[in-house]
């Protein structure tokens, strides 16, 4: 296992058209979190699993987000009608529920022109 | 309102001298902080973490310390190496062992010169 990958990496995409983001986390991790960045600011966080329950949202995350971890494996993150304000590194996380720490995967970077 | 603040954006320093890295934090819930480098293009990658029933936790060249009745930490990188060079950010949770929600700071930019 190389750690938490993300899929893709980079997303262009037109306001108003809906998009999806993966994320794979290292298999053995049963805590699964979502972050966005925006520049010069430090990651906030918009969600986390643990292994397929969604534990808790962020008031961040509006009607227009929803994140999704079937089987307590991988999980998509969806946001639909997208907005110039959306564009941001989307960052994925795992950690086992013992603690020590999260690992990122390396995120997905949104456009919205 | 910033639970987490790191106050200086950038710091530089030679090679082979002393890095240190501040933090300060207003939520007394908070009781697990963690430091993370982030390189550009890259994910954040977890450094060293500190409870607050510690003060004091050292790993290799990096040491953090936590001053609860201040609401400060701090991190320290003896010697700093250019390799150092990277944003650190500052997280903190209010469970224990960092696998809660993590609330971040602005992050501080350091660069280590030759």
């Known amino acids: 296992d190389t750690g938490v990958s993300q899929n893709p990496r980079h997303k262009i995409t037109k306001r108003g058209q809906n998009v999806t983001f993966r994320c794979d986390p290292i298999?053995?991790?049963?805590?699964l979190y979502w972050y966005r960045q925006t520049l010069g600011q430090g990651p906030e966080f918009l969600t986390y699993?643990?292994?397929?329950?969604?534990?808790?949202k962020s008031r961040l995350l509006s009607d227009r987000f929803s994140a999704e971890r079937p089987k307590g494996s991988f999980s998509t993150l969806e946001i639909q009608r997208t907005e110039q304000g959306d564009s941001a590194m989307y960052l994925c996380a795992s950690s086992l529920l013992s603690g020590g720490g999260y690992t990122f995967g390396s995120g997905t970077r949104l456009t919205v022109v | 309102d910033q639970q987490v603040k790191q106050n200086s954006p950038s710091l530089s320093v030679q090679e082979g001298r002393i890095s240190i890295l501040n933090c300060d934090y207003t939520n007394s819930m908070f009781d697990y902080f963690l430091w993370y480098k982030k390189y550009p293009a890259e994910g954040p990658t977890f450094l060293i973490s500190?409870?607050?029933?510690?003060d004091k936790n050292e790993d290799g060249r990096f040491t953090v310390f936590l001053n609860k009745s201040a609401k400060h930490l701090s991190l320290h990188i003896v010697p700093s190496q250019p390799g150092d060079s990277a944003v650190y950010f500052c997280?903190?949770?209010?469970?224990?062992?960092?696998?809660?929600?993590?609330?971040f700071g602005k992050g501080t930019k350091l660069t280590v010169n030759p």
């Open positions: 298999s053995e991790h049963n805590r």
């Open positions: 699993f643990q292994n397929e329950a969604q534990l808790e």
């Open positions: 500190i409870s607050s029933i510690k």
């Open positions: 997280a903190a949770s209010e469970g224990q062992g960092g696998s809660e929600k993590l609330v």
